[in-house]
């Protein structure tokens, strides 16, 4: 039997895009397959300072107004589409350096993707796909206490947040940590294991996401977890 997991993703963290290119190998290998339903989740929102206006009022917030691009790939093309939109954005920037949350870049980006060239235009003129991605970030919330990226839901509605590796583990290791990944569910109350970051783990994270350390446009916020 084929096992199915929701994926939460935010498209500026690298760390969600490793776990993602994990799953996907996890997916290839399985011999009974892995189906993947990707969702949203805004860093921007769940971090946010007190006082600052609220990223759901902008235009076009770095994280949402992709994501708004994603809702509206997804109803256009089912996961298939918005998985095949979110490894494209995900390797242009955090491996190519290209700011995909610059809205005319984004767009070029998808066009080059095979997607339609207007697709960010009307992904921004349209209110509901926002509406739809803080709806499906807000559910994660309250539903599942979400407070991050990567966080997946699986079978058995169990979530977990991570697991948070770089980089990638592909073949038997992915497999691997996929066996670990998923016997956590076994433990309803099993909350947290967490591997401590030593100065030289810092500096092996530094220089694997370089790239995107260049690129970004914002300084990391990250408000404690529950």
């Keep these: ?18 776990t993602a290119i994990w799953i996907r190998e996890v997916r290839r290998l399985l011999p009974e397959g892995l189906e993947v339903e990707w969702r949203f ?29 994603g809702a509206l790939i997804r109803r256009e093309h089912g996961q298939p589409g918005v998985d095949r939109w979110y490894e ?7 491996e190519g350096g290209r700011s995909c949350h610059v809205p005319d870049l984004h767009a070029e980006i998808v066009a080059e993707a095979g997607f339609a060239p207007d697709l960010v235009e009307r992904a921004l003129a349209d209110p509901t ?9 807000e559910d ?13 839901i699986l079978p058995g509605d169990y979530a977990v947040f991570g697991p948070v ?15 670990l990944v998923r016997g956590s569910a076994r433990f309803p109350h099993f909350y947290e294991l ?20 260049s690129s970004r446009a914002w300084k990391t916020i ?3 977890a529950p």
């Design 1 to 18: 039997m084929t096992d199915s997991i929701a994926f939460y993703l935010d498209p500026m963290c690298p760390y969600a895009n490793q």
């Design 41 to 69: 989740f805004s860093l921007e929102s769940i971090n946010r300072a007190e006082g600052k206006p609220s990223p759901w009022d902008r235009d076009w917030a770095y994280g949402i107004g992709q994501m708004q691009v």
């Design 88 to 94: 494209t954005i995900s390797r242009e920037f955090f």
């Design 129 to 137: 796909t926002k509406a739809e991605v803080r709806a499906e970030h």
């Design 140 to 152: 994660a919330v309250e539903r599942y206490g979400a407070h991050g990226v990567p966080t997946i």
């Design 165 to 179: 590796v770089v980089p990638a583990p592909l073949g038997d290791d992915a497999l691997a940590l996929w066996d």
């Design 194 to 213: 967490r591997h401590p970051k030593t100065g030289a783990d810092l500096a092996h994270i530094g220089t694997s996401f370089s790239t995107y350390l």
């Design 222 to 224: 990250s408000n404690p």
